[in-house]
């Protein structure tokens, strides 16, 4: 006779880890990005369907990408990670050299690969997190002092942060300076360092931005776009429209006004415009709602690193993707200065899909991986964080 343990086998639950929560928010931003990309290709010059067709064709390789780090040794590739940040400094010092960068619209962000641009700038997000989280777990006992816990990371902050700036690019570097001050807090940095590093950047990111005529076009449009409808305010105004024709329920697929020639760049930086005036309000609130869980569940995620260096890590990643959904949703609905960024997971765009497939296979190989921390690794983990 059959023992009861046979007969009735433990039933296996279902668990739900913040990291398969921030991979079901992902796939439906993909599905939607790909809904609204759709609608429009509807006037491309390739054909109806123009971007969608290289949109699920990068879609394709961010997948293959995110599957690739989800299989790696993190801690094994930590030996690599200054090879990885040097190799992007040269990436972005190539851009800027005539003939090797590619120039579009007056900046220099890109290389050619022959059958497609690159944009340097987003590899370098991730290799910088990546570098300045290797370094700051490395010198975790030495974080109060000024030489190594500050001025050596925040200088190679700023190599970045200025080759960008360069191209110009101001939005990313400002994202990539944000970012690096944070990862410098949480590992530990003193803020009588760092109050006064950030006093001095922003201090000489508002110079730049008064001497650069083009961007503070934007800022004086932002600050009565009515008044500059027709001008340097034309792009938010037209997604002010867009907003206010759809609605709550939104006119419907392929319905929109905004994405035939009036809205500039609608299907990438103003993706959210076309969404609100086709897709409604709810799916816009719905839309944000699935970035904030991302940001909720990531919060949750990093509660259970090991080390400082996958705590740093993971991080930077979640703040890559968070923060610049903010500056595009804020840009899109003025709550902002017009700045091209791009909305993560929705916007047409190879290099920054790469990034982002990159980005999410960080945290599902962290997910995987953490499973197999005991507690008292845990407990140890986070009393060097919070030390």
């Not at 079901?24 to 969608?52: D, E």
């Not at 067709?53 to 200054?82: C, H, N, P, T, Y």
């Not at 030495?142 to 960008?164: C, E, N, S, T, W």
Request: charged share 10%; with cysteine; net charge positive.
């Amino acid at each position: 006779m059959s023992s009861p343990s046979a007969e009735n086998p433990p039933r296996r639950h279902l668990t739900i880890t913040p990291a398969s929560v921030i991979l079901v928010c992902v796939a439906a931003l993909v599905a939607i990005g790909l809904t609204v990309l759709f609608s429009a290709s509807a006037t491309a010059k390739g054909g109806p369907y123009a971007y969608l067709f290289k949109q699920l064709i990068f879609l394709g390789l961010s997948i293959g990408a995110a599957w690739m780090v989800v299989l790696a040794d993190l801690e094994g590739l930590r030996r690599f990670a200054w090879i990885v940040a040097i190799v992007a400094v040269i990436g972005l010092l190539l851009v800027l050299i005539p003939g090797i960068g590619v120039s579009v619209k007056g900046s220099r962000r890109w290389l050619n690969l022959g059958v497609t641009r690159f944009q340097v700038s987003e590899f370098a997000k991730l290799a910088m997190v990546f570098a300045l989280s290797h370094y700051l777990a490395l010198h975790q006992n030495k974080m109060h002092d000024l030489m190594k816990g500050f001025v050596i990371p925040g200088a190679g902050i700023g190599v970045f942060a200025v080759l960008i700036i360069l191209e110009p690019d101001f939005g990313t570097a400002f994202l990539i300076g944000a970012i690096g001050m944070i990862l410098l807090f949480l590992a530990g940095a003193r803020l009588k360092f760092l109050v006064p590093a950030i006093t001095l950047a922003i201090g000489a990111f508002a110079v730049l931005v008064i001497h650069n005529p083009n961007r503070l076009r934007r800022i004086t449009s932002f600050m009565d776009v009515e008044a500059n409808r027709s001008e340097g305010a034309y792009q938010l105004w037209q997604a002010i429209l867009a907003f206010a024709a759809g609605g709550v329920d939104g006119v419907g697929i392929g319905n929109g006004r905004q994405q035939q020639s009036f809205l500039p760049e609608a299907h990438t930086d103003f993706i959210f415009a076309i969404m609100g005036e086709e897709m409604g309000l709810i799916f816009t609130l719905f839309t944000v709602a699935l970035f904030i869980a991302i940001f909720v569940a990531g919060l949750m995620h990093v509660r259970r690193a090991p080390n400082l260096f996958q705590f740093l890590l993971v991080t930077g990643c979640l703040l890559l993707i968070c923060l610049q959904a903010i500056i595009n949703l804020g840009v899109v609905t003025g709550m902002m200065p017009t700045k091209g960024m791009s909305l993560p997971f929705i916007s047409a765009g190879g290099s920054n899909l790469l990034l982002m497939g990159l980005l999410v296979g960080v945290i599902i190989n962290t997910s995987r991986a953490w499973k197999k921390s005991k507690p008292l690794e845990r407990k140890r983990a986070l009393a060097e964080v919070v030390a």
